[in-house]
């Protein structure tokens, strides 16, 4: 694969996983927040961010 449409397919593939994370969030009448911004940058990192990340947790205070 040539490095253009590598850019461009990522590109693409980003922007949509965007769009299911915003699309989600609306579905389910949730507050999207920073995950969009999160999974246009990151991509399936994000998704998974935005799926596993509990803001409620306790975890790593001291």
């Known amino acids: 694969?040539?490095?253009?449409?590598?850019?461009?397919?990522?590109?693409?593939?980003h922007i949509g996983l965007a769009m299911f994370v915003t699309g989600h969030a609306r579905l389910n009448e949730t507050e999207a927040?920073?995950?969009?911004?999160?999974t246009l940058a990151f991509g399936l990192a994000g998704v998974a961010a935005?799926?596993?990340y509990d803001e409620s947790s306790d975890a790593g205070e001291i």
């Not at 927040?33 to 999160?38: D, E, N, Q, R």
């Open 1 to 13: 694969m040539d490095p253009q449409a590598f850019v461009v397919a990522t590109l693409v593939a």
């Open 33 to 38: 927040g920073k995950w969009p911004f999160v």
């Open 50 to 52: 935005y799926f596993f």
